[in-house]
């Protein structure tokens, strides 16, 4: 079992029971929003990553951390799941599962996810171009459009919708053209 496959069966129990809350309380996208704002500051640090990884570091102190992170920022609910995350052992799945949440979440709205892969970021007018060409594309009326950098891909980009992958990038090419060459 791959570990990435491992991850998603321990974050989907975690993530089904974020959504049954949410949808009790209906506190679906406040939640949503919430969980994104997490995810968003866990993106962009990885000091904050790598201190709650490290399971060296004291479970207090990961959640004072947290406490002074996120207290007053996200829903009450959702500060004490972080808290049981870290007092379970399970923060190191959070990424996991919030994304997990949101796929849900997302797919209870009826909005389809499409992870945009590029080099550069897009800006406004491209982005919104682009929704619109997998609206066409999946036929969904509402598309949430999650955007990463990623380097490796020299130029070009990667759309992934669900289990559809769109290769346009300059490495995709180049591996084509690779896998061709010895084929031959």
Same mark, same amino acid.
């Given at each position: /079992?791959?570990?990435?496959? #491992?991850?998603?069966? !321990?974050?989907?129990? @975690?993530?089904?029971?974020?959504?049954?809350?949410?949808?009790?309380?209906?506190?679906?996208?406040? @939640? %949503?929003?919430?969980?994104?704002?997490? $995810?968003?500051? $866990?993106?962009?640090? *990885?000091? $904050?990553?790598?201190?709650?990884?490290?399971?060296?570091?004291?479970? #207090?102190?990961? *959640?004072?951390?947290? *406490?002074?992170?996120?207290?007053?920022? !996200? +829903?009450?609910?959702? /500060?004490?799941?972080?808290?049981?995350?870290?007092?379970?052992?399970?923060?190191?799945? =959070?990424?996991?599962?919030?994304?997990? @949440?949101?796929?849900?979440?997302?797919?209870?709205?009826? &909005?389809?996810?499409?992870? =945009?892969?590029?080099? !550069?970021? =897009?800006?406004?007018? +491209? +982005?919104?171009?682009?929704?619109?060409? &997998?609206?066409? $594309?999946?036929?969904?009326?509402?598309?949430?459009?999650?955007?990463?950098?990623?380097?490796?891909?020299?130029?070009?980009?990667?759309? %992934?919708?669900?289990?559809? !992958? &769109?290769?346009?990038?300059?490495?995709?090419?180049?591996?084509? /053209?690779? =896998? @061709?060459?010895?084929?031959?």
């Amino acid at each position: /079992m791959s570990n990435q496959n #491992f991850e998603e069966k !321990v974050a989907m129990p @975690y993530a089904e029971a974020l959504v049954a809350n949410a949808k009790s309380l209906n506190l679906l996208s406040e @939640y %949503k929003e919430d969980l994104s704002s997490v $995810l968003s500051i $866990l993106s962009q640090s *990885k000091d $904050l990553q790598s201190f709650l990884l490290n399971p060296l570091n004291n479970s #207090f102190v990961k *959640k004072e951390v947290l *406490k002074k992170l996120f207290e007053n920022q !996200v +829903q009450s609910f959702i /500060m004490k799941f972080l808290l049981v995350l870290v007092e379970r052992r399970r923060i190191s799945f =959070l990424k996991t599962i919030i994304e997990k @949440y949101l796929e849900i979440a997302y797919s209870l709205e009826s &909005i389809t996810i499409a992870e =945009l892969s590029s080099v !550069v970021d =897009l800006d406004e007018n +491209q +982005q919104l171009s682009l929704t619109n060409k &997998i609206k066409v $594309l999946t036929g969904s009326s509402q598309i949430k459009l999650l955007t990463k950098n990623d380097p490796s891909l020299i130029a070009g980009f990667i759309i %992934k919708i669900g289990s559809k !992958v &769109i290769d346009a990038s300059l490495n995709g090419k180049l591996k084509k /053209m690779s =896998l @061709y060459l010895e084929s031959s």
